[in-house]
């Protein structure tokens, strides 16, 4: 499964945007970008994902680099609630889509 | 309905003890996972089924025996466990494409803190 790489932790402060990196520089031409986040004591949820272009939904934006070697995970305005470790995830199709391998991820915290 | 709900939320066993924990799901999915995670680690994958085949073992010891009896349900076995399986364990569930077989994402239960002593 190819790598992701992503900061251990960023701060924040509320009502601000937060711009979450990933790096994917192993990434092959069917692989999907995913995000999900964990809040603490609850089980992951899902955030967003995407291809090749950019994504928006209610939760999130997604924007992927032209050459697909990075992404960021943009939260339009964080909110408290918004604090949680963030995980950036490829999934391809040699496991059918089946697999998520999450990596340490990025801890975002979040200040009144 | 769009839950994964996990029953027990806590779970306590002697190394020699038999026990189960139990994931349910009506939203209609036909993949189910289970996950082990540590505290501060991200989760692994453990089980994979689809269409309640199984379809994916990460190579985990046998002390764990999962199950599938129907498309809502899946249980995982635990037997004669060691006291470092101790951890969260956590089940999700997936849509599985009917024109492409693709996965969907995933929505997760809130886990089974499980200890071992």
């Known amino acids: 499964d190819a790598k992701t790489t992503q900061p251990n932790s960023m701060e924040s402060n509320e009502e601000e945007p937060v711009h979450l990196p990933c790096n994917h520089s192993t990434i092959s031409g069917t692989d999907y970008i995913h995000w999900y986040r964990q809040l603490p004591s609850q089980g992951p949820e899902y955030v967003i994902h995407g291809l090749t272009s950019n994504v928006n939904n209610r939760m999130a934006s997604l924007a992927i680099a032209e050459d697909r070697k990075s992404s960021t995970l943009i939260l339009h305005r964080a909110t408290l609630r918004d604090a949680a470790v963030y995980y950036c995830i490829l999934r391809g199709l040699n496991t059918g889509f089946q697999k998520l391998v999450f990596g340490t991820g990025t801890r975002l915290l979040v200040s009144p | 309905d769009t839950e994964v709900t996990q029953t027990p939320k806590h779970l306590v066993m002697g190394m020699t003890n038999k026990k189960s924990l139990k994931c349910e799901q009506h939203?209609?999915?036909?993949?189910m996972y289970w996950y082990k995670q540590k505290a501060k680690k991200p989760p692994e994958l453990m089980f994979v089924y689809s269409y309640e085949k199984l379809s994916i073992n990460e190579s985990v010891p046998s002390r764990f025996s999962p199950e599938c009896p129907n498309s809502s349900l899946l249980n995982l076995h635990l037997h004669a466990l060691q006291p470092e399986d101790s951890a969260l364990y956590l089940c999700a569930s997936s849509q599985i494409s009917l024109r492409t077989g693709v996965h969907n994402e995933q929505f997760f239960g809130p886990g089974t803190r499980l200890t071992v002593l």
């Open positions: 939203m209609g999915h036909r993949a």
